[in-house]
């Protein structure tokens, strides 16, 4: 495949970035790598690493000449270097960002640019609860989504580039307005975040228990909610802040729920408990079924996978 | 070694009690292995999968001879199957439990108990999504901890050797009381459960978003919510029944902390959020620090690990 584009800059060198630098090498996606991010550090580790081949230590520097912007930085950190990269973008270059959030960037970084130049918002369904730039890998996302959500004056043709890129990374790409998917994000995944942050922090309050009984015995289910507690809270302190609404109304609805089954347990309403329990089953087949994970027995995870670490 | 009993016979053959017999037979820990189930099928596939040696059409025919008594059945059915076995167990057998609940399968069981039985109830805190007699594998326990919560009359030898076929079959053991087994496991399993079939639930209910997009867009965080939310309901069912109180209060606390996160969101109050989610990481390092967990990085699950079953 020939190149789709000549230049890509990524702001932002984070597990985001990193991991689309590897999967677009690996494809042969892009003639030539650059970026910028905040420190030096990360700057420095990035171009060791191979990710990209120069660095800036501006923004606004590295979008000179790339035909291909990718925001990778926080939602939080997105008006900012919209406004600082927007004189400097080159003509008819495609704008892009990452971020878990989408209408809240759109807003964000929208009034800056102009015209001339194609944003198409998107975001990669992969991830994991590590961060910077040494914690990518090409593979992250095979046969994973991403969503684009393109406004409906953009180029058929800017859309038709990018989203062969996706492709070409090993994702499948859907297209959907903004606040549906900021809608669809708050039940499949922002909710489900903040429902296992506040789990964990309620075990670590909890005086009666110490952390080191909660740590020792936290096998199935506690477990799977510290992996995603773990996750960085920069990145989600902006994606609770930029989708409040969507978030406190699915968060609404779980508590709602959360009581209608902590009024069965106390008055002993098993029937009702089986059947709710029974119907959440179904669901997860579904999952399984659509290959987006594996059947085998997780909690299990009786040989800790310590040769395998990224499968 | 040489084995440790003669007889065991397990009451239920499913994912526990067939993990059990793979591992006591991997160390030879036993020297014969009988049982009984409920239903015919699966005595016969336990039969046929070399699990038990014989099998018995009731609990009671099952437990003569035995030495070890493993009840392995919800923890509702407890009750009623030892009144049932009670008149049939061997002078001086070990009459032991794997139920998920400490406090009420005491409650259960002791009544029927003729005093020369060793009752020492047990739970391995190890499991997986998956049930039956076809689930089990001797892995599931290495390196596992198991709870025991014996009384104080109880033969101290009798304590000894039922630890050392827990640690044969690669656990790590642990003793405490009852009432503390069931505060730290609802912390640490019972509430998570129920809050992982709610949010499944949530997302079920929800109509504005489908249920194949739930499944669809499902990458990290509500996925591992699935399959938490795919254990057997009956079993579940019976673990809320039976550890109300210290479930409830969990509950309690977690709604507390979940209106204060919502509250922060509603403020756009960030540094509440970040000091909150900054908190809970610790928690994780000490989880895979303890060895309990692998710190790869399993949303990422890129390559998802079809020819890999059970790691
Ligand atoms: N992680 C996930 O699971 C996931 C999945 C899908 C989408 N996303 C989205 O992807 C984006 C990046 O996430 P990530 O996981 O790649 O994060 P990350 O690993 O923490 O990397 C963030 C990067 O952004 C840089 N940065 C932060 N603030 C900046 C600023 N003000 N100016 C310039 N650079 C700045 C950081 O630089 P320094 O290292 O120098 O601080 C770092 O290179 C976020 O919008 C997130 O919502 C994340
Ligand atoms: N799964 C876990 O993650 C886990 C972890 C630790 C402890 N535990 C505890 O272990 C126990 C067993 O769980 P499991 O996962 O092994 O369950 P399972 O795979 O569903 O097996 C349950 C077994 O009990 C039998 N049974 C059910 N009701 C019965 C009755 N009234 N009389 C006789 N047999 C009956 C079933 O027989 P049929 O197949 O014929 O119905 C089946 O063989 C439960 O108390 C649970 O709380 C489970």
Redesign the pocket.
Known sequence: MPALYSRVAF????????SMALAMRRAGLVESYTG????A???ATALDLGLIDTVHDS?AAAVQGADLVV?????G??A??AQEIAPHLAHGATLT?????KGAVIDAVSPHLPGSVQFIPG???????????A?GFAELFDNRWCILTPFEDVSADAVARLRALWEGMGANVDLMDAPHHDLVLAVTSHAPHLIAYTMVGVADDLRRVTDSEVIKYSAAGFRDFTRIAA??P??WR??FLNNKAATLEILGRFTEELFALQRAIRREDGDHLHAYFTRTRAIRRGIVEAGQDTDAPDFGRAALRKGTPRD
Chains 1, 2 share one sequence.
């Open positions: 702001i932002g060198l984070g597990l985001i970035a990193s910028h991010a905040r420190s550090e990360t700057r923004a925001l990778a930085v926080p939602v950190a997105m900012a270097i960002d990452v971020g878990s959030v975001h990669p369904l992969a991830g994991t609860e590590h961060s910077g730039p914690a996750s960085d920069t990145m902006d994606v």
